[in-house]
Nanobody, 123 residues
Framework: QVQLVESGGGLVQAGGSLRLSCAGS????????MGWFRQVPGKEREFVAS????????YYADSVKGRFTISRDDGKNTVYLQMNSLKPEETAVYYC????????????????WGKGTLVTVSS
């Protein structure tokens, strides 16, 4: 059974940092694009960042460029999202996803999704 399991969410003050992790199991994701998305209840899911297998190609939402960094450790089948200078409006459930093809901003059809981890940014 293929699974993506996110961790690292929690409560942080505005301006603070968190690092999210997403561990894959059930298959090797080294040839997959991996991505992070977020969703506020009542709103559509939003693309945050994605990376190819080597990390040589990454995409970021304009709103997080310069503050968030996606990275991956294929030896551990894990992708990370380092989030700095967090803002209260970035409070959301953050989801990890994987796709055999490229993940660009605006792409939402993924092969696999995690169940999400909640990030709460207090003002």
């Amino acid at each position: 059974q293929v699974q993506l399991v996110e961790s690292g969410g929690g409560l942080v003050q505005a301006g603070g940092s968190l690092r999210l992790s997403c561990a894959g199991s059930g298959r090797t994701f080294s040839s997959y694009y991996m991505g992070w998305f977020r969703q506020v209840p009542g709103k559509e899911r939003e693309f945050v960042a994605s990376s190819n297998w080597s990390g040589s190609t990454t995409y970021y939402a304009d709103s997080v460029k310069g503050r968030f960094t996606i990275s991956r450790d294929d030896g551990k089948n894990t992708v990370y999202l380092q989030m700095n200078s967090l803002k209260p409006e970035e409070t959301a459930v953050y989801y990890c996803a994987a796709r055999a093809g490229r993940i660009r901003p605006g792409d939402y059809a993924m092969d696999y999704w995690g169940k999400g981890t909640l990030v709460t940014v207090s003002s």
